[in-house]
Each structure stands twice: as structure tokens, then as C-alpha cells.
């Protein structure tokens, strides 16, 4: 029974800026890895930031300096700030926990770069 609600989407012009939340619930959040991914119509959901059980982070080579991933394990809550935003940002932003072979995925939150 986990889930992930996403809130934070929206609309925002270029050079703007949107902090994404996803609160889990029916996990030990902790030991989890949490993951942020994107996708576009006609292409394949992909990565955009990951963190680690430990605090370790990675991401996407397209987002790296502009987007910050965090966790708050008191608040069972994964963030994802995201600074400086170009219109290739838009897409629908889903949220991922993981451990090990245990995949859980939220519902997505639009994010729409526009001027």
C-alpha cells in the first residue's frame, strides 16, 4: 500500500523557478532511494535526479547546477528544487522510491516552461 502524492507543478516562465514535493506513505522511507524523472510526449521517461538512503546524490547532465534533489526522512518527503528553468524543462515530473527490485511510482505533476 505505498503511495506517492506529487504537488508543486505548474506554470512558469524561462529563468523561473518550482520546488516539487512528493510525501510517501506505507514504506519505511528511509531506507529508499527517491528519484525524480521526466517525460515528454514521443520520448522516454528519464532520469533527473536520484538520491540515496545515505544522502548521495546524481543527475542528469541537463539539469546539473539548476536543479537541487533533498529529502526530509522526518517529513517522509523528497524534494526537487528546480532554478534557472529553459523550456526544454516542461514535461510531466513523476516521483520514484526504490529499493533493491521494489519499484513505486507517483502519479506525475505537470511542469510547463513558457513564456
Known amino acids: 500500500q505505498v503511495q506517492l502524492v506529487e504537488s508543486g507543478g505548474g506554470l512558469v516562465q524561462p529563468g523561473g523557478s518550482l520546488r516539487l514535493s512528493c510525501a510517501a506513505s506505507?514504506?519505511?522511507?528511509?531506507?529508499?532511494?527517491m528519484g525524480w524523472y521526466r517525460q515528454v510526449p514521443g520520448k522516454q521517461r528519464e532520469l533527473v535526479a536520484r538520491?540515496?538512503?545515505?544522502?548521495?546524490?546524481n543527475y542528469a547532465d541537463s539539469v546539473k547546477g539548476r536543479f537541487t534533489i533533498s529529502r526530509d526522512n522526518a517529513k517522509n518527503t523528497v524534494y526537487l528544487q528546480m532554478n534557472s528553468l529553459k523550456p526544454e524543462d516542461t514535461a510531466v515530473y513523476y516521483c520514484?522510491?526504490?529499493?533493491?527490485?521494489?519499484?513505486?511510482w507517483g502519479q506525475g505533476t505537470q511542469v510547463t516552461v513558457s513564456s
Open positions: 520514484n522510491e526504490n529499493l533493491g527490485t521494489l519499484n513505486y
Open positions: 506505507g514504506s519505511i522511507f528511509r531506507l529508499y532511494a
Open positions: 538520491i540515496t538512503s545515505g544522502g548521495s546524490t
